[in-house]
């Protein structure tokens, strides 16, 4: 099982082969989608093959015959599955990430979706004995059941002197992985540039290394964790913005108890929407997710300090149907700079369909947050990155720097919200519709121009 071979033997690959593997994907991947064969590609199909055998019998499919850009999609989405499996850590998360979006074409979705559904990531009973053992009597936990991602597992069965708790427990050898992996995305991003179909992946890609680099050790240390949950609990309920966080109750470097919320998450309700339970699932409404977008708003803006990882497995509907937010490993304290210029963009962004169609205001409005792109790239650049746009992962500019990298995430990650639920709602029967710019709007709200006061571009 890939999951034990992770934390009981070490590092599933050491950063020198994880290096040379993600590469070989790379050069497969291009070669599948430019040409759907893989008669030149020899040298990578035996890097790939090396490490992940399972693949051996996939290769002699691709060797007979073209395929069709729906057979090329499932190709790459099949190789990019089992090697992400056989990695773990950034590339296995990164997965999960993607592939909750409905706007990729169904190979993607098919096998990305398999990441949310069974990580196979769980942690050996004598490193979860270690961990949670050292919490001493105040801990009552069981070993099932559990759910597991990238970092971690959970064990959902638990009370801290009596009250129910969950406990969170990292997965061994996750830094060395994480750290290994962001250096690895930043050599890709030059890497890629040699095709064209990737330039716009480049761009993002480095940014995103370099910005995200330092927040290693914040989100694989649960001490730190822990006190930016509290932090953000305190800010809440300070500023009177009815979200709920769970209360830590104790924490270690590689262990998290914390207060039990009730509730549904909405990657649980994606999944079911997905499976048809559309009547059980009622949650996540046009009211609940405007509060969400509110609340991010309101921790960018108004608290200076907030939790970067906006993806639906982390926002979470209480039976009570307030709003939760779960997992504070990656947040941001963001600068006086990066305030003003948040502001700005808040200030400025466009809020309907008539203010972005102009390209000249639009991509003055990118350039003020260092989003480099020519006019005529303007509009759709915009589109991908802030209103959900169904299309590429990775917008085509010449540069983004990466200190506006984590507000970018963070409407990025609840502009695809938006729609994807939205459009999910509406296909298991609920009256619903998208709206690309409610993200924006709460920002622009937040930002103290409310209205027909924002700049109107």
Request: glycine share 8%; with cysteine; aromatic share 10%.
């Amino acid at each position: 099982m890939v999951g034990q071979d992770l934390v009981q033997g070490g590092l599933v690959l050491g950063e020198d082969e994880r290096k040379a593997l993600a590469k070989a994907v790379v050069d497969v991947a291009i070669s599948i989608y430019t040409i759907g064969m893989m008669k030149e590609y020899s040298a990578p199909v035996e890097t790939i093959s090396r490490w992940v055998p399972g693949l051996a019998s996939f290769w002699p499919s691709l060797e007979t015959s073209k395929l069709s850009w729906e057979e090329r999609h499932h190709a790459i989405a099949k190789l990019l599955y089992e090697v992400g499996l056989r990695l773990g850590g950034l590339p296995f998360k990164a997965m999960q990430f993607v592939g909750l979006r409905d706007d990729l074409p169904d190979g993607y979705r098919k096998w990305f979706s398999k990441a949310q559904e069974n990580t196979e990531f769980f942690s050996p009973p004598e490193h979860v004995q270690r961990v949670l053992g050292a919490f001493g009597p105040s801990l009552h936990w069981s070993y099932e059941p559990k759910k597991s991602a990238s970092i971690a597992q959970v064990h959902l069965k638990a009370t801290w002197n009596g009250r129910p708790a969950v406990a969170k427990v990292q997965h061994a050898h996750v830094r060395a992985e994480y750290t290994g992996d962001l250096k690895t995305m930043a050599e890709l991003g030059a890497y890629v540039n040699k095709y064209e179909e990737a330039k716009g992946a480049a761009v993002m890609l480095a940014a995103l290394a370099e910005k995200l680099a330092p927040t290693v050790e914040m989100e694989t240390d649960f001490t730190k964790e822990a006190a930016n949950q509290e932090r953000v609990r305190e800010l809440f309920r300070r500023h009177g913005t009815d979200v709920a966080v769970a209360q830590v109750y104790m924490s270690s470097p590689e262990g998290l108890v914390m207060q039990k919320l009730e509730g549904i998450t909405a990657a649980e309700a994606i999944a079911g929407w997905k499976q048809g339970a559309g009547v059980q699932n009622d949650l996540f409404g046009r009211k609940q997710r405007d509060a969400a977008y509110s609340a991010f708003a309101d921790m960018v803006l108004k608290h200076g300090f907030f939790q970067m990882d906006a993806h639906p497995g982390n926002l979470m509907v209480l039976k009570d149907g307030r709003l939760a937010l779960l997992d504070f490993g990656q947040c941001c304290e963001p600068t006086e700079e990066q305030r003003r210029r948040f502001r700005r963009f808040a200030h400025e962004a466009p809020t309907s369909q008539e203010a972005a169609k102009d390209t000249k205001k639009l991509k003055s409005w990118l350039a003020n947050m260092g989003i480099e792109v020519t006019e005529q790239k303007a509009a759709a650049t915009a589109e991908l990155l802030f209103y959900g746009a169904k299309s590429s992962m990775f917008p085509d500019t010449d540069k983004i720097d990466p200190e506006i990298m984590p507000l970018l995430l963070t409407v990025l990650y609840l502009s695809r919200f938006e729609n994807t639920v939205a459009q999910l709602r509406v296909q298991a029967g609920f009256q619903d519709a998208e709206d690309h710019f409610a993200v924006l709007r709460a920002f622009n709200k937040a930002s103290g121009v409310g209205g027909e006061a924002h700049m109107d571009l």
